[in-house]
Every structure is written in structure tokens, then in C-alpha cells.
């Protein structure tokens, strides 16, 4: 279909991605949460997910930054749709990621000077995260505005509360806050292996265990008791 | 699937100005959008940091009202601090009746996973370091961010000697970080167990803060100790 579509088209068109376009719905806002959920599900931007996640406050600005650099790099992308010819389409999509990314930066740092110190060069590093290129390629590229907008703030509280899923349970396991506020007494010895790098990979892990339990159970319901004491 | 790609026709061949009309155009827009963040939040940045390094110096110099900016040179002397003079700050601190609290001085010392950025409080009555506070580290959690926490280890700091040579050159005794347990003299550092590698980075930001700084002070002390 697209493709025939695409012959239809003039010379100059022919230099276009086009397919068909996705008219906005409950689905495009919620795919990001959980069918496509780039952590949970499509297992992208692994980095920051393993690095950032030590607290509750590092996982949120992650994934707050993230969102933000989704939505406007999703939007300008989608709105240069048909003026990016498909040969250079990477390369602007980069600049155009770098470039929210640099804005990010500044900001974060006119926010909270502490915060841009615990993130580190990981906000640097959203540039090359896979999910905000994926997102340009898969879906802004060929999407409206809008859809592209909803899809973009989808996927990124999708990946915020991914993060913060792994951020929770590391401090509190780590050490015994939450948001940096102690919800154990001072005899509780944190689980420090929970801050570090391992920690990051047994949490990510669990949570990766249990939410493939959950879909094949989905798929698969349990067989009834009957099963059971046939055996 | 394979068969489908095959029998597509070759596509059209893009323009080579389409292609650069679309760069340049990318590259434009790009470049005004972080013109435009860049000169909106300098101010803003700069003011966070000048309130950051204000709480940092009140912080480790209990007391402080005031303070005033000064610089080490590379020829080891002290400036006040102005746009065209390079060197690692010295912040002195003035209590409200604008007597001399003590000056903060920074040091960088190589830890377990990059410098480690401290800020310690040097007092010229006893010549010695009163006071500390991590600025930057990478430090494994639990064990490195121990530096600004652990009672035992900070308690180091407290009368840390950092007493000058005769000649008013270099320290008498350069400040080292020690074994847990070992430590004899008033300039040594006692490590903490686990994080030998961070407090030794300590030590040797202490050091260096101390070997860069101190002689300049206590060169100038007494025009520091001038009220302004």
C-alpha cells in the first residue's frame, strides 16, 4: 500500500518516507506505558536506566529530561516530516536531539545545580539514547503533530516510571529512603551492592521477571485445577 | 517479504540542494534554539552558583556573615577575584562585626572514579583545618559519599595541622591519609574502612588545597584580617 502510495507521488516526494498516518487515540498515549514499554518491553536506553537509578530524585530527573527532549525533538521531527529527504534523515534527527538535549542541559542546570552534579554526563548522553532515535524513526517521522506529541509523552512516562520503579526499590534498598527522606529506623545497614552497578542489573532483572510472569500468564491463563489432579 | 524488495522499482534520486537545504535549515534552527537557552539561563546559572558557593563557604565556616573572593595565582599570590584573574578561589569569611572567621579553600584529589572536589575551612589562629565538604565526586554510593557523612571520618577535620615550614614555603607536614586505626600525628587523615581509595583522594585534596593556598594566606593575613 505504501508503497504504490509512494510512486503515486511526484519526483520530489519519492524522497519521503511515507505511510499511514495514525489518527489519534487512548492507544497512542498508552502504548508507551505498556505494551511498548521501552524498558520494560523493548528493553532500549538500558544506560541510563542501570546508571541513573541509584535514587528516587536521580530516576525522576532522568526520566523527566528524557520526556522532555521525546516530546520536542518527536514534535519538530514530525513537523519537518515532509521536508527531510529519507538520505539525511538521520542526520537531522541527531542534530535535532542534540539539540534539545543541550537545552535540557542549561535548564536542569538553572533548576538545581545538585541535581545536573548527581545526573552527571548522563544528560549529555540522552543524545544517543535509543529511544528518542527509535521514536523519531518509527514514529514521528511518519506521524501528525499531534499523535506524534501523545505517542512521545507516552513512551516518556513510560521510561519515567520504568525508572522509577528501579530508583524506589534501589534507595530503599540501598538505603533506606525514599526521596532521601528515611523510612527506617538507624540500625537498618543499607543493602549498598543496591546502589551499585549489580543492583541496578538484580532490580532491572526482578522487574523484567515480573512483568513477563504477568504477560504470559496473560497469554497463557493457568489451567484450571482439574489439570492438576489428573496428574 | 524479499521478493516484495525486489521487484520495487529503484527510487528516484533525491536532489543533492534538497539534501542540503535540509541540513542547513536543521542546522539554523538548532543553532538559534541553543543561542537562545544558552544567553537566557547564564544569569540564572550563575546566580545559583554564586548562592551554592555562598552556603558552601557559610556552611564550612560556621559564623560567617560575609565573605570576600580572592584567587591563587600560578605564581602563588593572593587576588581578589576579578574577571581576568585565573587561579583556585579562596573565599574569606567575615563574621557580622567583620572580624576574620576563616578561609575557605579548594583541592582535588584523584579517587576511585574521578576527582574528588572538596572545599575545606582553614582557620589562620591555629593553623590548622577546621572544617570540610565534598563539592564534586563520583564516588560509589555507600561507600565514597561517606566523606560528608561519616562522624569518625569527619571528625578528622575538625583540627586537621596544617602549620607551615620555617620559610612560610610549603606545609611542615603534608597532610596524608592513613590506615584505619593508624593514625599518630595532628596532619594525618584516618581512612575509613572500605573507602581507602576516597579518603586517600581527600587527603590528597587537602593537601593540595593546603600546599597551593596557605602560604599565600598567611602571607597576606594581614591585609585579609582588615575589615572592609
Not at chain 1, 512521545?152 to 530508583?167: D, E, I, K, R
Not at chain 1, 541496578?200 to 521477571?209: K, P
Not at chain 2, 593514625?183 to 581507602?196: E, N
Request: charged share 15%.
Amino acid at each position: 500500500m505504501a508503497e504504490t502510495a509512494n510512486q503515486g507521488a511526484g519526483k520530489e516526494a519519492s524522497a519521503f518516507l511515507f505511510e499511514r498516518e495514525e489518527s489519534l487515540t487512548a492507544d497512542t498515549f498508552i502504548r508507551g506505558l505498556w505494551k511498548e514499554n521501552p524498558v520494560f518491553v523493548m528493553l532500549l536506553g538500558m544506560c541510563p536506566t542501570l546508571a541513573v537509578t541509584n535514587s528516587t530524585l536521580n530516576a525522576l530527573g532522568m526520566g523527566l529530561s528524557t520526556t522532555f527532549v521525546l516530546i520536542f525533538s518527536g514534535a519538530l521531527v514530525s513537523s519537518l516530516r515532509n521536508w527531510i529527504p529519507k538520505q539525511v534523515r538521520i542526520a537531522s534527527y541527531i542534530v535535532i536531539i542534540a539539540t534539545f538535549v543541550t537545552l535540557v542541559d542549561y535548564l536542569i542546570q538553572a533548576i538545581s545545580l545538585e541535581l545536573y552534579a548527581a545526573l552527571g554526563a548522563f544528560i549529555q548522553l540522552i543524545v544517543v539514547n535509543c529511544i528518542i532515535l527509535g521514536r523519531a524513526e518509527a514514529y514521528a517521522s511518519k506521524q501528525r503533530l499531534l499523535p506524534t506529541i501523545v505517542n512521545s509523552l507516552g513512551t516518556g512516562v513510560g521510561f519515567t516510571l520504568a525508572l522509577l520503579s528501579l530508583g524506589t526499590v534501589r534507595e530503599l534498598l540501598g538505603s533506606g529512603s525514599i526521596l532521601g527522606v528515611q523510612l527506617f529506623s538507624d540500625n537498618f545497614q543499607g543493602w549498598v551492592i543496591m546502589m551499585l552497578p549489580p543492583g541496578g542489573f538484580f532490580v532491572l532483572g526482578t522487574w523484567l521477571l515480573f512483568f513477563n510472569w504477568l504477560r504470559l500468564r496473560k497469554q497463557h491463563p493457568a489451567p484450571s485445577g482439574a489439570t492438576v489432579h489428573a496428574r | 517479504m524479499n521478493a516484495d524488495v525486489q521487484t520495487q522499482p529503484p527510487p528516484a534520486a533525491t536532489p543533492a540542494w534538497l539534501m542540503l537545504r535540509t541540513l542547513v535549515v536543521i542546522a539554523v534552527i538548532s543553532g538559534l534554539l541553543v543561542v537562545v537557552a544558552y544567553q537566557t539561563t547564564l544569569p540564572l546559572i550563575a546566580d545559583k552558583q554564586r548562592i551554592l558557593t555562598e552556603r558552601l563557604v557559610f556552611q564550612v565556616l560556621p559564623g560567617a556573615a560575609t565573605k570576600r573572593d580572592f584567587v591563587v595565582t600560578a605564581e602563588r599570590h593572593l587576588e581578589p577575584a576579578s574577571a581576568g584573574v585565573v587561579g583556585d578561589p579562596v573565599y574569606a569569611a567575615y563574621d557580622a562585626a567583620g572580624r576574620l572567621v576563616g578561609l575557605a579553600i579548594t583541592g582535588t584529589g584523584a579517587g576511585y572514579a574521578g576527582p574528588v572536589r572538596v572545599m575545606f575551612a582553614y582557620d589562620p589562629g591555629c593553623r590548622c583545618i577546621t572544617g570540610s565538604k565534598v563539592l564534586k565526586s563520583n564516588e560509589t554510593p555507600g561507600f565514597g559519599d561517606k566523606l560528608d557523612t561519616d562522624p569518625a571520618f569527619l571528625e578528622n577535620f575538625k583540627a586537621l595541622d596544617a602549620s607551615l615550614n620555617a620559610e612560610g614555603t610549603a606545609l611542615a607536614n603534608a597532610i596524608v591519609t592513613v590506615k584505619h586505626g593508624t593514625k599518630t600525628d595532628p596532619w594525618q587523615i584516618d581512612a575509613i574502612t572500605g573507602a581507602t581509595v576516597s579518603s586517600r583522594a581527600m587527603g590528597r585534596a587537602a593537601n593540595q588545597a593546603a600546599q597551593r593556598a596557605i602560604p599565600a594566606i598567611q602571607r597576606e593575613l594581614a591585609t585579609l584580617s582588615q575589615p572592609n
